[in-house]
């Protein structure tokens, strides 16, 4: 049967978007086994319960792939960051993982990721206009 009608944004509901995840996991499980798709998630709150950062990443192929990373500007140097990466690894290395990929640009924690064991894999020069993104990876314990 042709396609013939296209949905955007706020017009798919949440049930589509995990049938599309879905279709695409039972294409690909056949060609790459142990997908193994686990949510890593963490946040971070002050002893006022506000929320002061956090990690959003998940799992897949014994990979940890960290999506977000982010503490508020009046909490940086701390060390939290640190503690929510750390965190994350020893999760992800509890789920079977072995590697770590984290995307970040130069205008925000390049330096950080580098700190903490990760090494640029891959640079796209010109995302967003004037700046890089960076592609890192560390293999974890």
């Not at 701390?78 to 503690?83: F, I, K, P, R």
């Not at 290395?93 to 924690?109: I, S, V």
Request: aromatic fraction near 10%.
């Amino acid at each position: 049967m042709p396609a013939d009608e296209f949905l955007f944004g706020a017009e798919l509901t949440d049930a589509e978007r995990d049938d599309i995840r879905e279709a695409l996991e039972r294409h690909s499980i056949p060609l790459a086994p142990g997908l193994n798709a686990r949510p890593i998630e963490i946040a971070l709150r002050d002893s006022t319960g506000k929320l002061v950062g956090g990690l959003l990443g998940s799992t897949a192929w014994d990979w940890l792939l960290i999506d977000l990373l982010w503490v508020d500007e009046s909490c940086r140097g701390q060390g939290l960051g640190a503690e929510l990466l750390e965190k994350a690894e020893y999760q992800a290395g509890k789920l079977g993982c072995t590697q770590a990929r984290a995307e970040t640009f130069d205008f925000q924690a390049l330096p950080f990721y580098r700190q903490h064991g990760y090494e640029a894999y891959a640079a796209l020069e010109g995302f967003p206009k004037g700046h890089t993104e960076y592609q890192l990876r560390k293999s974890l314990p």
